[in-house]
């Protein structure tokens, strides 16, 4: 039988055996100190051109007098308005919910920006047009290392290492350790130091989503920063 855990959001739940995969990213703004390794990780990895970071870090203040720093990836949402509007259908989810941009279909149309209320993606105007058959041959778009110029791109919860098993490059390298990513079906997420059980944190921690009142159904979790 399926848990629902009290006090969790029905899309963040725990799986029966034999369901796909949910990934989803949690960020302790408490632990976050704002030094930007995460996005200069990201950038490494996926040779993102300047100006166009994948995850972007906010320095917040609340109406409380509360300041906290706020990494924004993509939210890689479960009901996502960029898969909706996509005209040809480059955008599109995976069963395990990770949003993804077939370079292949794109037309730079950038209906899917104007839809995204998170700011999360970027238009290529640099880079080659088309890709050479070499690169072709090593496309995917779980990992379009050579940018496209005319196309849209994004942070994909780095699905080429999450498909091999590997934690996002984010989370791999913040030094703060303040990233976790983990799979509802085991109710876990890891920062490759520590596991925490996800609705367990969710619970005791208040997490909250980003814009949630939209209804996208991120899946990416915040933790509140205590406050002071």
Known sequence: LVE?????PEDV??????EPRAWVMVIDLERCDGCGICTTA??????VPDGQEWIKVYTVSDRDGTNYFLP????NCE???CVAVCPVDATYRRNDGVVLIDHNRCIGCRYCMAACPYDARSFNWDGPPELTPEDQALYSPE???VHRRGTVEKCM????????GELPACVRACPMKAIFFGDTREDAVSNGSEVWRLSEVLRERSGFRFKEELGTKP??????KEAT
């Open 79 to 81: 009901n996502a308005p």
């Open 4 to 8: 629902r855990l009290a006090g969790i």
């Open 42 to 47: 990201c950038t490494k990895e996926h040779n």
């Open 219 to 224: 899946r990416v979790f915040y933790l509140p």
């Open 143 to 145: 990992s379009p290392v």
């Open 157 to 164: 919860f780095c699905a080429h290492r999450v498909d091999q």
């Open 72 to 75: 924004r990836p993509c939210m």
């Open 13 to 18: 739940r725990v799986l029966s055996p034999g």
